[in-house]
């Protein structure tokens, strides 16, 4: 079984900001494989499906970015799976925008709602699906800018990179980390 968590903020202000990516592709994966609707569970909504004949249970935390370590971390811990399934899907400001990066561990890079997930699990091992949302503008704030939306020319090309990332954890599902890592981080955003 699989469980992919992806990170975003619960409210309509937050929908479709920059910080809400990871939601976006758990959305396009509940819509493409007709999930259906979500159990309330462990401080966030749960779908449970298969995929590739794979278990997939598809995670959306209802704890606010910065905690999403408590969701993750108690779903994982009810679960008592091996991280190596585990997925984090999160926006990440250090990528060009439609820039995706696997990885199957390694540090937040200054994410807080990756830092509050490895702290919640205690180890670096944690795989994940790093969104480009970047770069941040010179100046900018940091919190203004991933809670706030895409700019028109980005909300025209979004679609294409939540599909994009959404192609991205199937593919893993279905080769494994390896295949998955040199096909999905060998791609630059068009």
């Known amino acids: 079984m699989w469980v992919v968590a992806g990170l975003g903020n619960p409210g309509i202000e937050y929908a479709f900001t920059r910080h809400n ?13 007709h999930f259906g609707t979500p159990q309330l569970r462990h401080h966030g909504a749960l779908w449970k499906g298969t ?16 905690l999403s370590g408590r969701a993750v971390g108690a779903l994982m811990g009810y679960l008592r799976l ?11 400001v250090a990528l060009p925008f439609g820039t995706l990066r696997l990885r ?3 540090s937040a890079g200054g994410h807080n ?14 795989p994940r699906l790093r969104m480009g949302v970047g770069p941040l503008p010179p100046g900018a704030n940091l919190v203004s800018y991933v809670t706030e939306r895409f700019r028109p020319d980005e909300s025209e090309v979004l679609p294409a990179f939540i599909l994009k990332g959404a192609d991205a954890v199937e593919f893993l599902i279905e080769k494994g980390f390896e295949k998955a ?3 999905v981080n060998a791609h630059p955003p068009k």
């Open 21 to 33: 990516v990871g939601w976006m592709v758990v959305d396009e994966l509940v819509s493409r494989h």
């Open 51 to 66: 995929l590739h004949g794979e278990g997939l249970l598809l995670f959306k935390p209802m704890t606010y970015m910065n």
């Open 82 to 92: 091996p991280l190596e399934k585990l997925l984090v899907v999160f926006d990440d």
């Open 181 to 183: 890592m040199s096909a």
């Open 113 to 126: 709602g990756m830092a509050s997930v490895l702290g919640a699990l205690r180890t670096l091992d944690v």
């Open 104 to 106: 199957e561990r390694g």
